[in-house]
Every structure is written in C-alpha cells, then in structure tokens.
C-alpha cells in the first residue's frame, strides 16, 4: 500500500504562484507514475500533470500547459507541482496519485483557490 500526504495549497491572486508538494510512504519503489489531478466543484476530476519515476518523463493537461511543472525528489518519494500563472479557473482541489502494478492510491487533496 502506498500512503500520500499533499500540502502547499492556498488561496493566491490570479497571476500568482504556488508549489504543491506529495510526499508518499508505505510500498513507494512499487510507484511507476505520479500525478497530480484536480477537481473543481461541479466538475469531472481531471488530470493535470504526471511523470514516471525511473525516466522522469512528463505529460500535461492542455489547459495547464507551459504555466505548471510537475517534477520529483525519488529520495524523498515526493513529487511536486509548481503552479505559475495561476488563473481563476484554476481553483479547484489537487489531488495527488500515485500508481503502480497494484493500483493507484489517492492523496486527501488540498485547495487551491486563485481569486482577487
């Protein structure tokens, strides 16, 4: 099993910046992708970014292509998501994933709120 623990979420102007970190415990050399997904309220959940652990390859969801970075610390079993340019349609709860050859785990979320 697989435990995440996200943080870094908040409330921040449109045009700023937040870094959301994941830390993840348990059976962690199982992981083959982390990613971040988001949920806005009356929406579907939907992917945002990921990158595999061994290669550190990365895909991102159009509407966040060239604002976010998704990047990871395989020493600290923690994957982060830099968020620049935030925008209002931003705002939504990030919820952090964690796959491997015997399913994928969840992280409890945590808000991210881009509002004037």
């Known amino acids: 099993q697989v435990q995440l623990v996200e943080s870094g979420g908040g409330l921040v102007q449109p045009g700023g910046s937040l870094r959301l970190s994941c830390a993840a415990s348990?059976?962690?050399?199982?992981?083959?992708?982390m990613a971040w997904y988001r949920q806005a309220p009356g929406k579907q959940r939907e992917l945002v970014a990921r990158?595999?652990?061994?290669?550190?390859?990365?895909n991102y969801g159009d509407s966040v292509n060239g604002r976010f970075t998704i990047s990871r610390d395989n020493a600290k079993n923690t994957v982060y998501l830099q968020m620049n340019s935030l925008k209002p349609e931003d705002t939504a709860v990030y919820y952090c994933?964690?796959?491997?050859?015997?399913?994928?785990?969840w992280g409890q979320g945590t808000q991210v709120t881009v509002s004037s």
């Open positions: 348990g059976s962690t050399s199982s992981i083959n992708i």
């Open positions: 990158i595999t652990t061994s290669a550190g390859t990365t």
């Open positions: 994933a964690a796959s491997s050859i015997v399913g994928v785990s």
